[in-house]
């Protein structure tokens, strides 16, 4: 399976947007970008995925550049309950036994 | 819909000792899966289920057996636990078909301790 790179941590103000970088460069035709967010000892919840186009949802939005060696999750009005860990991975379209979790970005939003 | 559910939520095991993780879905999902988590890392994959009758192992399955009699029931089972078997324990479902355009839907977990 293809890697996803991720900064360890990021920062944020509350009501502040927040761009959350996701490199894969190794990327096939066939996989999709996919985001987790993990909340303090809960369960990964997911957010939003896509394969080619930018995707809006109503919890974010998700950039892809057109190479597609890169996307970015973007949280329009940070909230406090949105500090969590985020995990971007790439699922193949054929790929039906797992998620390949890394150890993402842990996202910490001051008041 | 409950959506995923798992018990317990702690559980304190002696070495050596066995028991079975519970997870259940109410939504018809055909893909059931179980993660361990341990302090600070991803989550990995210990086994999968692609629908009833079918099992398959992931990344981490030595001591851990699973079974799948039911669309809705995906029971964990720890043989002889070990203290490497410490972890916090998910599991997820997700609708069947091409996986790489569907979400997965987590329980809960399950925090393990093996004294």
């Known amino acids: 399976d293809a890697k996803t790179t991720q900064p360890n941590s990021m920062e944020s103000n509350e009501e502040e947007p927040v761009h959350l970088p996701c490199n894969h460069s190794?990327?096939?035709?066939?996989?999709?970008i996919h985001w987790y967010r993990q909340l303090p000892s809960q369960g990964p919840e997911y957010v939003i995925h896509g394969l080619t186009s930018n995707v809006n949802n109503r919890m974010a939005s998700l950039a892809i550049a057109e190479d597609r060696k890169s996307s970015t999750l973007i949280l329009h009005r940070a909230t406090l309950r949105d500090a969590a860990v985020y995990y971007c991975i790439l699922r193949a379209l054929y790929n039906t036994d797992k998620l390949i979790f890394g150890t993402g970005t842990r996202l910490q939003v001051f008041p | 819909n409950a959506g995923v559910t798992q018990t317990p939520k702690f559980q304190v095991l002696k070495t050596g000792q066995s028991m079975t993780l519970q997870c259940a879905q109410d939504m018809n999902h055909e893909y059931m899966s179980w993660y361990r988590q341990d302090p600070g890392m991803g989550l990995r994959l210990i086994h999968y289920?692609?629908?009833?009758?079918?099992?398959d192992q992931g990344e981490v399955p030595n001591g851990y057996n699973v079974s799948r009699s039911t669309t809705e029931d995906f029971p964990l089972r720890l043989l002889s636990a070990a203290p490497s078997q410490t972890s916090v324990y998910f599991c997820a479902s997700s609708p069947a078909g091409l996986a790489g355009d569907d979400e997965q839907y987590f329980g809960p977990g399950t925090r393990l301790t093996v004294t």
């Open positions: 190794t990327i096939s035709g066939t996989d999709y």
């Open positions: 289920s692609v629908g009833a009758g079918i099992t």
